[in-house]
């Protein structure tokens, strides 16, 4: 237990402020819970005054009920992300408990929060991993619903209202996954009739009194609200590339390996489990058929939609690894009774992943930016440690080989918390520029704009200023403060040849330069 609680805490809370909000959607998004918090108007979403109806409430609901718990900070921004991890570990842990019993429980239970997709997400602030862990919630309500002849109303309302859940998370798309996988299991084992208990009075009835409320105020407050959220964000997103994240139909292969890791070895003993299932002709009857359509459901209909992102590929992370778990906990019953190399070349091979991996990371402009010390210090513990879990593997002391890996995980996490966040903060987040205007010249707030400057620093620098931050052009009056990237510094520069701009230190890098007016701001004339 305290091994647990060590994993869970380190890999979904620990320090969800050590970095600002990077890119354009977390500071957009906390903006919006921001916004509900201060204006108490919990139905529209928001940005800078204006409707923003690209995604449903609930993230906006619970960042802002936790900014005005906490405060508004990064940590409340990610508070609800995290929560939501921990809801997708338990979920899949009382999945795998129910279904495989105590090994795999506890094995899924170690893994999953030690792997790139929950230690990812759940420091994003985003709706991405509130789906996702509402999604698994109501895969392990399926489960335990097709696991007994008739399931009682705990469970139908349970299941229910973690859909509707969903859908006030992302959208539709939590009732297509849902049904989707559903499907596409019944039809794999014909149980047809056993599917239409999802479509159970009390379930829909549950569903409809848990999302629709939001979605018909919503409506009836914006006219505008069915065009854009229904039609733009989910049909035209889906069906045409409008959007610009268009990516081949693979995309999401490479993507599930990388939120694997550093578990990627394991998932060729659960193939392998699975394919000598199917070969019994026992897999349409097992429950492993179940995950794997809730598994592959999600992969193949974001595959085919003409806008792809990362985090899509979330709703396949949590059944996926209930056959992890229950992979690894049979193959170390096998070798209770007769030992094999199975394994043991798991456990090594994820040992070698620590082993490599930090020799291509850690080096070249990734060094350069979080630094060299903290780098190396880094590598080292993980080239270390891995080679120890090489040796444990090579001995088929597999159970402390697993244990190792988790251990090895978390300090590598905590230390980056610690060492390497805080170096890579200032270049990558807006942060600490605001901070820097605001500790020189706190009455200069009001007067600063951005000139030629990414997105998603120019959303950041409006979130940590508290309003739009507006695009400076070079024929209207210069601001006190100007912050604008490297093309737009040197355009500038060739304009302007009195030098009216001084260059400030920051800490962001030569990517972002941070510009202030040499020439003293006019006051306003009073009144008369």
Not at 350 to 362: E, R, S, Y
Request: one cysteine or more.
């Amino acid at each position: 237990m305290p091994l647990i609680l060590l994993v869970l805490y380190v890999c979904l809370f620990s320090s969800l402020g050590a970095l600002g909000l990077v890119g354009p959607d977390e500071p957009r998004y906390a903006a919006i819970a921001r916004a509900m918090a201060e204006t108490h108007d919990w139905v529209t979403p928001r940005l800078w005054g204006t409707p923003w109806l690209e995604k449903p409430v609930l993230y906006y609901w619970t960042a802002g009920t936790a900014m005005r718990i906490f405060g508004v900070s990064e940590f409340a921004a990610r508070l609800p992300s995290a929560l939501a991890a921990l809801l997708a570990v338990m979920a899949v842990s009382w999945t795998a408990l129910r279904v495989y019993g105590m090994g795999a429980a506890w094995y899924s239970l170690l893994m999953l929060p030690t792997s790139v997709a929950a230690v990812g997400f759940a420091r994003a602030a985003s709706p991405d991993m509130l789906f996702a862990g509402l999604l698994a919630a109501s895969m392990a309500i399926a489960v335990g619903m097709l696991q007994k002849t008739r399931s009682g109303l705990v469970l139908h309302i349970s299941f229910g209202f973690f859909l509707g859940a969903a859908t006030l998370a992302k959208g539709p798309a939590a009732v297509i996954l849902a049904g989707g996988a559903t499907l596409l299991w019944a039809a794999f084992t014909r149980q047809w009739h056993a599917s239409l208990r999802f479509l159970h009075p009390v379930i829909i009835t549950v569903f409809c009194i848990t999302a629709l409320p939001w979605y018909v105020l919503c409506a009836l407050r914006n006219p505008d609200f069915v065009r854009v959220f229904i039609w733009q964000h989910n049909f035209e997103r889906y069906l045409t590339p409008v959007f610009e994240h268009r990516q081949p139909f693979w995309f999401f292969g490479p993507i599930l390996l990388l939120a694997l890791i550093p578990w990627l070895p394991v998932l060729a003993l659960a193939i392998g489990d699975g394919l000598h299932t199917i070969r019994e002709k026992n897999w349409a009857h097992s429950p492993g058929c179940f995950l794997a359509c809730w598994t592959i459901f999600p992969l193949l209909f974001f595959s085919l939609s003409q806008s792809k992102l990362p985090g899509y590929v979330l709703p396949a992370i949590p059944p996926l690894f209930v056959l992890l778990g229950q992979a690894v906990s049979k193959a170390l019953e096998r070798d209770m009774k007769r030992p094999t190399w199975r394994l043991s070349w798991a456990m090594g091979a994820t040992g070698l992943i620590f082993v490599v991996v930090p020799i291509f990371a850690f080096r070249g402009a990734w060094r350069d930016i979080a630094g060299m010390q903290s780098t190396t210090i880094a590598m080292l513990l993980s080239m270390a440690a891995g080679i120890s879990v090489l040796i444990l593997a090579g001995r088929k002391k597999n159970s402390a080989a697993l244990c190792g890996i988790v251990l090895l995980f978390v300090a590598l996490l905590e230390y980056s918390n610690w060492a390497i966040l805080p170096t890579i903060d200032a270049r990558i987040s807006p942060r600490s520029i605001a901070r820097e205007i605001f500790k020189q010249d706190p009455s200069g707030m009001d007067d600063v704009a951005v000139y030629e400057l990414p997105r998603g620093w120019n959303y950041g620098l409006s979130y940590y200023f508290g309003r739009e931050i507006q695009e400076w052009t070079p024929d209207t009056a210069r601001p006190d403060w100007l912050v604008t990237g490297i093309l737009g510094e040197l355009e500038i520069r060739k304009r302007d040849t009195q030098s009216r701009w001084q260059e400030m230190p920051t800490a962001s890098g030569s990517s972002i330069t941070l510009l202030r007016s040499s020439e003293p701001r006019i006051p306003e004339s009073p009144p008369h």
